[in-house]
T-cell receptor, first 114, second 112 residues
């Protein structure tokens, strides 16, 4: 069953701690994305990767880091430098080079900083 | 870069009424305009899209129209049902770019 899997679904973190959100896809898509969703703010792009071992900053990359060591995996680390990390995080993928066509989303991870 | 404005931010209708959500984009070169629906607690899913060489596209109760001159596009839902209640996002894509620019979303509430 093809798709995108995000884990964990819910995560709690203390201030000052880094946390890593997992994103795995078996759609054979080259491009992968991380979005942050806050109420009334829409979907804001954090980082994206179009090919293994390469990634680019999106609109709100500060305080986040990513890696793309495998085509299937694009983990996102929320660092202690992120001032307001409590949010809903969505991972997505798309075929390489596609500037049209569907963006496939995972179920999301909800991060709460205590 | 591209900028997408979406209105209204919330929309309440009675079951059976029509609903219209409007978006404007800033870069006339954008050529792909999808609409995503996100039900409460779920992932966004594509419901309809339109390319710049087409003025209108329909899929059952859903239609999208595009006005390239005015740089705006709209989602039309007819005969609304309670299960249409969700947040709807419009987006625009520039050719050659793999990233979508999203609007801020419209929360649609359909009352029985």
């Amino acid at each position: 069953d093809g798709g995108i899997t995000q884990s964990p679904k819910y995560l709690f973190r203390k201030e000052g701690q880094n946390v890593t959100l997992s994103c795995e896809q078996n759609l054979n898509h080259d491009a992968m994305y991380w979005y942050r969703q806050d109420p009334g703010q829409g979907l804001r792009l954090i980082y994206y990767s179009q090919i293994v071992n390469d990634f680019q900053k999106g609109d709100i990359a500060e305080g986040y880091s990513v890696s793309r060591e495998k085509k299937e995996s694009f983990p996102l680390t929320v660092t202690s430098a992120q001032k307001n990390p409590t949010a809903f995080y969505l991972c997505a993928s798309r075929p390489q080079g596609a500037s049209t066509g569907e963006l496939f989303f995972g179920e999301g991870s909800r991060l709460t900083v205590l | 870069g591209e900028n997408v404005e979406q209105h209204p931010s919330t929309l309440s209708v009675q079951e059976g009424d029509s609903a219209v959500i409007k978006c404007t984009y800033s870069d006339s070169a954008s050529n792909y305009f999808p609409w995503y629906k996100q039900e409460l607690g779920k992932r966004p899913q594509l419901i309809i899209d339109i390319r710049s060489n087409v003025g209108e596209k329909k899929d059952q109760r859903i239609a999208v129209t595009l006005n390239k001159t005015a740089k705006h596009f709209s989602l039309h839902i007819t005969e609304t049902q309670p299960e249409d209640s969700a947040v709807y996002f419009c987006a625009a894509n520039l050719p050659g770019y793999s990233t979508l620019t999203f609007g801020k979303g419209t929360m649609l509430l359909v009352s029985p």
